[in-house]
């Protein structure tokens, strides 16, 4: 059975960097059939997917045209799990980030959700 | 504005059937397969269902997907107080080159 398990601080200050860790097991970071992906959600904005990285004979990432500027989704292969950095984070980022497996065209596992809140 | 379209709220009696609707288009619904999300209150989002129609192992045949044309529709069937939630569809976006999700639909059971 496949796990996510998030980490990473609830609060952040305006313009510094938002960073969140998922913990991967049940499965691998580098498997050639999934993609690892970060979707935020907020009263305003609903579910927003950011991005993914996968591994497929090399590593790939794709983002959201929303935070393509701003963000860093990294693989950590030694230790089976995968990050997200959003720079100069505003109010508007404040919400619940989940990580999430993509099987093949849907995530099917999910972690557990972490509030993130923009504040000074 | 999501590039889904979802009604914000659908309700029925216990043991009544709801659809809800989730209206797209070519660059979406049209060419990719549709999955459905169950959110319950204080929980992260579950899939019900994916490539249209099938459904994950353990999620009861009460739930069912179709689609046509640049539409999706998602059933449930013989209502229960434990389905209050929030549903979300969601599929890969060609266009945009983006992963989307309607706004979500709020099912209550009355």
Same mark, same amino acid.
Do not use: M
């Given at each position: 059975?496949?796990?996510?398990?998030?980490?990473?601080?609830?609060?952040?200050?305006?313009?510094?960097?938002? #960073?969140? =860790?998922?913990?991967? @097991?049940?499965?691998?970071? @580098?498997?050639?059939?999934?993609?690892?992906?970060?979707?935020?959600? /907020?009263?305003?904005?609903?579910?927003?997917?950011?991005?993914?990285?996968?591994?497929?004979? !090399?590593?790939f990432n794709d983002y959201?045209?929303?935070? !393509?500027?701003?963000?860093?989704?990294?693989?950590?292969?030694?230790?089976?799990?995968?990050? *997200?950095?959003?720079?100069?984070?505003?109010?508007?980022?404040?919400?619940?980030?989940? &990580?999430?497996?993509?099987?093949?065209?849907?995530?099917?596992?999910?972690?557990?959700?972490?509030?993130?809140?923009?504040? @000074? | 504005?999501?590039?889904?379209?979802?009604?914000?709220?659908? #309700?029925?009696?216990?043991?009544? !059937?709801?659809? %809800?609707?989730? /209206?797209?288009?070519?660059?979406?619904?049209?060419?990719?397969?549709?999955?459905?999300?169950?959110?319950?209150?204080? =929980?992260?989002?579950?899939?019900?269902?994916y490539d249209n129609n !099938?459904?994950?192992?353990?999620?009861?045949?009460?739930?069912?997907? #179709?689609?046509?044309? =640049? /539409?999706?529709?998602?059933?449930?069937?013989?209502?229960?107080?434990?389905?209050?939630?929030?549903?979300? &569809?969601?599929?890969?976006?060609?266009? *945009?080159?983006?992963?989307?999700?309607? %706004?979500?639909?709020?099912?209550?059971? *009355?």
């Open positions: 059975q496949v796990q996510l398990q998030q980490s990473g601080p609830g609060l952040v200050k305006p313009s510094q960097t938002l #960073s969140l =860790t998922c913990a991967i @097991s049940g499965d691998s970071v @580098s498997s050639n059939s999934a993609a690892w992906n970060w979707i935020r959600q /907020s009263p305003s904005r609903g579910l927003e997917w950011l991005g993914r990285t996968y591994y497929r004979s !090399k590593w959201a045209i929303s935070v !393509k500027s701003r963000i860093t989704i990294n693989p950590d292969t030694s230790g089976n799990q995968f990050s *997200l950095q959003l720079n100069s984070v505003t109010p508007e980022d404040t919400g619940i980030y989940h &990580c999430a497996r993509e099987g093949s065209t849907y995530f099917d596992y999910w972690g557990q959700g972490t509030l993130v809140t923009v504040s @000074s | 504005q999501s590039v889904l379209t979802q009604p914000p709220s659908v #309700s029925a009696a216990p043991g009544q !059937k709801v659809t %809800i609707s989730c /209206s797209g288009s070519s660059s979406n619904i049209g060419n990719n397969y549709v999955s459905w999300y169950q959110q319950l209150p204080e =929980t992260a989002p579950k899939l019900l269902i !099938k459904r994950p192992s353990g999620i009861p045949d009460r739930f069912s997907g #179709s689609k046509s044309g =640049t /539409s999706a529709t998602l059933g449930i069937t013989g209502l229960q107080t434990g389905d209050e939630a929030d549903y979300y &569809c969601g599929i890969w976006d060609s266009g *945009l080159y983006a992963y989307v999700f309607g %706004i979500g639909t709020k099912v209550t059971v *009355l």
